[in-house]
């Protein structure tokens, strides 16, 4: 299985704080897709890194990927209340780890 | 465009009990999935179709069926329900293949009694 397993499992910031959660897998993919799931909803995609890429950037977000450590990260600069969620990584064959619930204080 | 839209959005079912889990999405997307996410815990792939006609199991298929006779609909069949299958149910879709932005339906609250 090439699920994504997700550090931390929980992450507490004030808004205005930069957050940053990782994602770690098993074997070689093609491709690394990180998805937020707001409370009791459906999953959102948010951006697709693919294995020749380093880094990407959407707007306030910021994936890296890193094949050589089997590792990606996302980060979310200036954190609003708005980004409370589960944040999920996904590799090519959709299998999901737990996820990092992070919730951001007013 | 609707999306991926799934019926009903809340269910309760008895031991023994069959009931069949509604996907649809009109945006011709040739890829569908099913997922079952327990409370904490991430999405478990159950079935997916990679076009009308094919279908092929995931990480946890027992206890369901699926179908794919058109490229709109995707509907998942619980044959005996259990407790064990109460769950949020999500279906999924995208252009392609799993490799590409999967859009997801809301989800089905399942709980079995």
């Known amino acids: 299985s090439q699920q994504g397993e997700e550090d931390p499992q929980a992450l507490s910031i004030q808004e205005g704080e930069n957050a940053t959660m990782n994602c770690s897998y098993k074997t070689s993919i093609n491709n690394l897709q990180w998805y937020r799931q707001n409370s009791g909803r459906g999953l959102v995609h948010l951006i697709l890194?693919?294995?020749?890429?380093r880094e990407k950037h959407s707007g306030r977000l910021r994936v890296t990927l890193d094949t050589s450590k089997k590792s990606s990260s996302l980060l979310i600069t200036a954190s609003r209340a708005a980004d409370t969620a589960s944040y999920f990584c996904?590799?090519?064959?959709?299998?999901f780890g737990a996820g990092t619930r992070l919730t951001v204080k007013p | 465009n609707a999306g991926v839209t799934q019926t009903p959005k809340f269910q309760v079912l008895k031991t023994g009990q069959s009931m069949t889990l509604q996907c649809a999405q009109d945006?011709?997307?040739?890829?569908m999935s099913w997922y079952r996410q327990d409370p904490g815990m991430g999405l478990r792939l159950i079935h997916y179709s990679v076009g009308a006609g094919i279908t092929d199991q995931g990480e946890v298929p027992n206890g369901y069926n699926v179908s794919r006779s058109t490229t709109e609909d995707f509907p998942l069949r619980l044959l005996s329900a259990a407790p064990s299958q109460t769950s949020v149910y999500f279906c999924a879709s995208s252009y392609g293949t799993s490799w590409n932005e999967q859009f997801f339906g809301p989800g089905t609250r399942l709980t079995v009694l």
């Open positions: 996904a590799t090519d064959d959709m299998r």
């Open positions: 890194i693919r294995s020749n890429e």
């Open positions: 945006m011709n997307h040739e890829y």
